[in-house]
Every structure is written in structure tokens, then in C-alpha cells.
């Protein structure tokens, strides 16, 4: 199977902390990297992590709080001064804000650029695909946040059925005609014998989803974007012994994740976003647990394969 | 004898590393914090040597690339959401392009400051006096970069001379004539003898003095500027072996910054503002202590006590 891992880069929230970077993260998709969110020190985390720069073409920002884009302009200054085969571009989705704070800044410091950065706005107040290829999809997902602010959903495509080895050496099927079989031809030996697709191969595998939702309160009109999602991060900002605080400020305590988590059935939550008042998130881990039980907590270098259904 | 320290945040250059931060460093100088360049991450570093946010008031940004100023949103951002104290306000003292560029992302992501950033301009071909309180000047010194780019000279203002205390005790001087005698004034005793200032005083401690040079080639003319600082932090970005490339990027290499310091007669070299190419700086040491014996190589979390020449 195709790899389809996230790898956290900073799971912690605005408050300079040694303990967490602020939020970004990597989506490892087929030979695909994207990044989510870019806070301070995003380009220093891809570098102890050796995380590839070459990859990195597209980059979504979840909302327009310096602990999710401050390191963008680092960023793309570094990929520009190491060339990175970015002979292409560097794809930004983002609120429309953000081209207008960040355009000055490219066109300053990185005036001699090997590559354009494009910006590819998108609206926060509603659900829509802003990305799409071969291999996956990108929706956006409105969240309740203090300012505008989206999740991601990013689902694989239904892939090519697999050809069973062997039918390949019992029909002695040529390389030519692999590529129409896996798309679900039938195959016609040189005899004239029909031999049905179903016989020769076995369905593709279904295809895996990752949901990004942070920074937001806890809101169940997000649950029919996730719905069975693989693996689900979510704002866990507080404990639930804050959650006066969570409700001020927009975000999420440990169990509201979880309850989001429960009710839309997802594989397996990961918690982020973490205050900087916690030197340990254990007791976080513990409340959701007692609400959804295939819960982890996020930290920095983290890898979580996402791992189908069946 | 009042504090007057230097305390390296980062010295890297551009390009990310585990090793080192991008340039920033503190100067605490009596009760005042003065920040010199501000990389990437900085206030990470600060948080990390739990340097005092409420005390920096002053930020001197020598020249617009990344390295030395990408970390300044985040830290006027932070500084405005910790309140921190500064409900005067920060001030900024950098080249007049750098108001441009952060004004429009100050205004969007710290709208609700608590205290006012000011932008100081100033012009990066004269050395001029930016800042002078009751305790320090600092001067910019203009360097030799790729692009307009200023050193900076911290001056001690001479400071009261010392009362002796077996004088105190000799002639019961009042609490209330302490000022006026650190300040040379004689002494009247209640019988009307006058005792000289000379004999109750020690004269005032040498002023001290640090000058900081990054980025730059290496450049004779800023000796007039230098002559005999207590302490010198200087570009040295290469080792010898690589001059060729300090001279087309306007760096300096180890060796001729120990040249700038022996023409200069400083009292202590530090080598900063290294290559990420360096895994091990040692040969950048020993090529400049071949030069000018008093040089240390910066690293972060370094202090650097400015010493008086006596």
C-alpha cells in the first residue's frame, strides 16, 4: 500500500513553550507532501526531522493567527535560496487575507526566487474542494474559531483494482495490457476466451482520509464532513477543568474532541494545540480516553500512518 | 560594578540548522534590555533562556534579510498578548524599508496591542548616534553587505564616582550629600573645613563598550569606529579555506575578522553568524586565535560579560 502519513511539526498553541512548536504539520500522500499550517520555526522543524523541501508543493493555512503562518515567509525564503527543484511553484491556500500581508514581503526578501508562489484563496464559510488530483481531494471544513477559520479533509481516491499474480502467469497476460486490467477490463486470450476482470484481480483498496480541524470550539455540524474519517486531529487546546476558557477563547477541551470523535465515528483522534499552562497533557489524554478510546496525544516528530478501515 | 552583558540568541547564518538559531542577541546593560537582530525563532530563545520580555524596549535590526529579522512579528506579536508591561512601547531601530514591510502585519495580526511599536529609520551610510539615554549610546556603524546593512557600538556614558566608605565613616557624611559627592563635590563638615572631592572619591569605572559587525566583508574603515571596545562580536562566516565565497556573498572569513580585532585593539573577540556547513566550528577558532588571541566562538545561550578595560 501507498504510504499516507502525517507527521507533526509543532502540535502546541500562540505562547512561545520549549516543550511545543506552534502548529504545522506534514501529510505524506503516494509521492505527494503537503504541509498544514506554517507557525514560527516550521522550516527548522522540516530540518530535524529531515523532512524533503524538494516535495513540499502545496501549503494550506487553517486561519490567519501567527501561530499558524507565521513561518511561511521563512519558509518560502529558505526553498527559494536552496532552489529545492521548485522550478514550478509553491501552491498557498488561504484566507485572501494572506496574499495581501505576505506578496510585499515575498517580493522584498525573496526577490530572486527560482520558482512562483502562487496563492490560491479559498472562503470560510463553506464546505468546498480546494484541491484536487489523481491521488486526493482537499475540503474545506467551516470552523468556529474567533476569527474565519477551515479544517481539511483530505481524502485518497479510489485507487486501481490489484491484479492477482497468479492469474498473470496462469494467462500469461502481458505488461500491455496491465494498465487496462487494473481499470477494470476484461482480458481476451490470444484464443478468444473473454476472461472477466472480477476473476483476474481484487478490489482496490478503499481509500483512506485525514481531517484537520483546528483551531474550534467543539461544533457537531463539522461531524457530516468526517464522518468515518481514518484519523482525525483535533483542537484539544484545554483540559475540561478549563473549559471556561476554551469557550472564551474559541477552542476545544481534551473530551469535546473526543465526543467530535465519537460521534463521527473516525479510526483514530489525535489531540494537538496544546496550552503552554500544561507541562504534561496526561490528564488531557486521560478525559478524552474515557470518551473515545482510540485517542493519542500529538508531539513534534510524530509519525501516524494512516491506516484504512479494513 | 553595574551589569553590562552580552547573551547570544542565535549565530547562524540563513540557512536552517540544528546547531544554531538565526542571529539575534540580548545586551543587558545596567537596568535596560536591548535586543540586536531578531532571526527566526527568537522568541523561542528567549523563552528558552528565560530572558525578561517585559524589560526589551529596544530592537536594533542591522539589515533586512531573513535571518536577522523574520522573528520579529512573532515576538512584537507574543509581547503583545503576554501585555508584558510595555504599555509605553517597543521601539524599532532599523532601515525605513523594514516600517513598510511590518506595519501592514502588525496592524492585521496585533490589532489589539496593548502598547505602541515605533520605527526609528535610520540611514546605513553615516555613522550616527540612534540611541542615547542617561546610561549608553549606540551608534551605527556602516558595514560592507550585499545589501545596505548597519553595525551597531554600545557606549557606557561615564558613569558617578565612587564614594570611599571609610571616608563616610571618617567624616559622618549625611545620606543626603552622597549624590552631590559622587557627582565631585566637595565636602563642608559642620566646623566649615572643606575635604576635597578627591580624597572622598575613587574616579568613575572606565566605560565599557561593545560593537557588534554582521553581516559584512571585512572592511578597515569601521577601526576608527571599534578602537578599542571591550568587546567585538564579528561576521565570520567561513573558514579561510573558503574566502572566495566569503568574498562574493560580502562575508567575512574567521581570520580577517581576528584582523579587524587586532587593528582595532579590541579587549575580546567572539566569531558569529557561522555557515550551516560547519558541523564543527574549531577551525574557524583556531585560524583567528592564530591572529588575535582573545577570540571565543559564540554559541546559543552564551553570556559575555562586558569587562572594562580598567
Do not use: W
Not at 41 to 68: V, W
Not at 76 to 85: H, P
Amino acid at each position: 500500500m501507498e504510504p499516507f502519513e502525517i507527521q507533526i511539526l509543532g502540535c502546541g498553541s500562540a505562547k512561545p513553550s520549549t516543550r511545543h512548536n506552534t502548529s504545522s504539520q506534514l501529510v505524506s500522500l503516494r509521492s505527494k507532501l503537503f504541509m498544514i499550517d506554517c507557525g514560527e520555526g516550521t522550516q527548522l522543524q522540516m530540518a530535524r526531522y529531515h523532512a524533503s523541501y524538494a516535495r513540499l508543493n502545496h501549503i494550506f493555512i487553517s486561519h490567519l493567527h501567527g501561530d499558524h503562518c507565521f513561518g511561511l515567509i521563512g519558509l518560502i525564503s529558505t526553498l527559494g535560496m536552496l532552489g529545492c527543484g521548485h522550478a514550478h511553484s509553491l501552491h498557498i491556500h488561504a484566507l485572501p487575507e494572506l496574499e495581501m500581508l505576505l506578496r510585499p514581503q515575498i517580493d522584498f526578501f525573496c526577490h530572486e526566487m527560482p520558482y512562483e508562489v502562487v496563492f490560491h484563496p479559498f472562503r470560510a464559510d463553506e464546505a468546498a474542494v480546494i484541491y484536487d488530483d489523481r491521488s486526493v481531494t482537499v475540503q474545506t471544513v467551516p470552523l468556529n474559531h474567533r476569527i474565519a477559520c477551515c479544517g481539511f479533509v483530505f481524502r485518497e481516491k479510489l485507487g486501481q483494482r490489484h491484479i492477482r499474480r497468479d492469474m498473470i502467469d496462469a494467462y500469461e497476460i502481458p505488461i500491455s495490457q496491465m494498465g487496462l486490467i487494473k481499470n477494470g477490463a476484461d482480458f481476451v486470450t490470444p484464443d478468444g476466451d473473454v476472461i472477466p476482470n472480477e476473476r483476474l484481480t481484487t478490489p482496490p483498496t478503499l481509500p483512506r482520509s485525514y481531517a484537520y480541524l483546528c483551531d474550534t470550539a467543539p461544533m457537531t455540524s463539522v461531524v457530516p464532513y468526517i464522518e468515518g474519517v481514518d484519523v482525525l486531529y483535533h483542537d484539544a487546546t484545554f483540559a475540561s477543568t478549563e473549559s471556561g476558557r476554551a469557550q472564551s477563547t474559541f477552542h476545544s477541551t481534551a473530551a469535546q474532541a473526543a465526543e467530535i470523535a465519537a460521534a463521527a465515528g473516525v479510526g483514530k483522534l489525535i489531540l494537538g494545540h496544546f496550552s503552554s499552562r500544561y507541562d504534561d497533557e496526561c490528564p488531557l489524554l486521560e478525559e478524552a480516553l474515557a470518551v473515545f478510546p482510540h485517542t493519542v496525544l500529538a508531539h513534534e516528530g510524530m509519525k501516524i500512518e494512516v491506516e484504512g478501515s479494513s
